[in-house]
Nanobody, 115 residues
Framework: QVQLVESGGGLVQAGGSLRLSCLAS????????MGWYRQAPGKQREFVAR???????IYVDSVKGRFTISRDNAKNTVYLQMNSLQSEDTAIYYC?????????WGKGTLVTVSS
C-alpha cells in the first residue's frame, strides 16, 4: 500500500521561503518520477514540478526560478524548496508520482503566503 506523507507547510510572508518534504512508502521510490502538485482555494489541483528517476526536472512557468524540486532516494523523500513566495502560491501542496496515480494522493500540506 503506497503512502505519501507531505510536511513542511506553514504561514510565511510574501518573499519568504519554505521547504516541503514528502516521504514515500510502499513503492519502489527510486524508479518513479515524482511530482509536486497544488490546489489553491476554489481552483482545481495543478501540476507544479516533476523530477525524473534520473534527476531531470520540469516546472510550471509560474514557479520557474523560484522553486526547486529534488529527491533523496536513500530516504524515499522528495523535496520542494520554495523561495520568493507570493500570495498566489497559497495552496495545499501534494506529492505524487508523475503522472499522478489517483490512489496515491495524501493529505497534503498547507502553504499560506501573507502579503
Amino acid at each position: 500500500q503506497v503512502q505519501l506523507v507531505e510536511s513542511g507547510g506553514g504561514l510565511v510572508q510574501a518573499g519568504g521561503s519554505l521547504r516541503l518534504s514528502c516521504l514515500a512508502s510502499g513503492m519502489l521510490f527510486r524508479l518513479n518520477p515524482m511530482g509536486w502538485y497544488r490546489q489553491a482555494p476554489g481552483k482545481q489541483r495543478e501540476f507544479v514540478a516533476r523530477i525524473s528517476s534520473g534527476g531531470s526536472t520540469i516546472y510550471v512557468d509560474s514557479v520557474k526560478g523560484r522553486f526547486t524540486i529534488s529527491r533523496d532516494n536513500a530516504k524515499n523523500t522528495v523535496y520542494l524548496q520554495m523561495n520568493s513566495l507570493q500570495s498566489e502560491d497559497t495552496a495545499i501542496y501534494y506529492c505524487n508520482r508523475h503522472p499522478p496515480a489517483e490512489d496515491y494522493w495524501g493529505k497534503g500540506t498547507l502553504v499560506t503566503v501573507s502579503s
